[in-house]
């Protein structure tokens, strides 16, 4: 697989604890807000989406929440585990868009 | 990674040489996307392809052009390579129009010295 060398923001956390990754978006007129994570040597793989008119969703082990009033987006992650390691990316689009806008990313590392 | 076969993994090229990428798929998506991976700037999309011989353009489209012949191959040109090329190249397929989840391949690492 592949990966790139990256200079991004670092959360390192301790194994069995939650973790919190944070996303400024820029597009007040997007419709949808997704995460992505990237494990070293892959391709970013889908996690969870949540819709504008929503301000939280639950998945499995993971929660998204947005705050459209500060265009914020946040992704927990209950009870971290070391293959949670990874680079996490929000993205947005539209809702009937095709593409995809990505932001830069977050690594989460996981200390046993 | 399961359908989306990027090939070539690595290559290492010179300056003002062509470089062709190429995307193969067997999960017979309608949609594919070619991204470009860079420090500090996430994933930025190329082009993509909403059909055979339908493509668009993306945010970062200057230098590279697309080609798709049929549903499953989807081929990123750059017809005289530049440093500022170098990069990580992922191809991305779903099956519809609007959908959120895109499937990405293991990408392939360009380096154009």
């Known amino acids: 697989g592949e990966s790139v060398g990256l200079h991004l923001p670092t959360l390192s956390v301790q194994e069995g604890d939650n973790s919190i990754i944070n996303c400024a978006y820029s597009n007040s007129a997007s419709d949808y807000f997704i995460w992505y994570k990237q494990e070293s040597g892959k391709g970013p793989q889908f996690i969870i989406d949540?819709?504008?008119?929503?301000d939280k969703r639950q998945g499995q082990r993971v929660t998204v929440l947005l705050n459209k009033t500060v265009k914020h987006l946040s992704l927990q992650i209950a009870a971290t585990q070391p293959g949670d390691s990874a680079v996490y990316f929000c993205?947005?689009?539209?809702?009937?868009?095709?593409?995809?806008?990505f932001g830069a990313g977050t690594i989460l590392r996981v200390k046993s | 990674d399961a359908g989306i076969t990027q090939s070539p993994r690595h290559k290492v090229t010179e300056t003002g040489t062509p470089v062709t990428l190429r995307c193969h798929q067997t999960e017979n998506h309608r949609y594919m996307y070619w991204y470009r991976q860079d420090p500090g700037h996430g994933l930025r999309l190329i082009h993509y392809?909403?059909?055979?011989?339908?493509?668009d353009k993306g945010e970062v489209s200057d230098g590279y052009s697309v080609s798709r012949s049929k549903t499953e191959d989807f081929l990123l040109t750059l017809e005289s390579a530049t440093s500022s090329q170098t990069s990580v190249y992922f191809c991305a397929t779903t099956p519809r129009a609007g959908a959120n989840v895109l499937t990405f391949g293991a990408g392939s690492r360009l380096t154009v010295l």
């Open positions: 993205a947005e689009k539209t809702e009937y868009g095709n593409k995809l806008v």
């Open positions: 392809s909403y059909g055979v011989k339908d493509t």
């Open positions: 949540i819709r504008s008119n929503m």
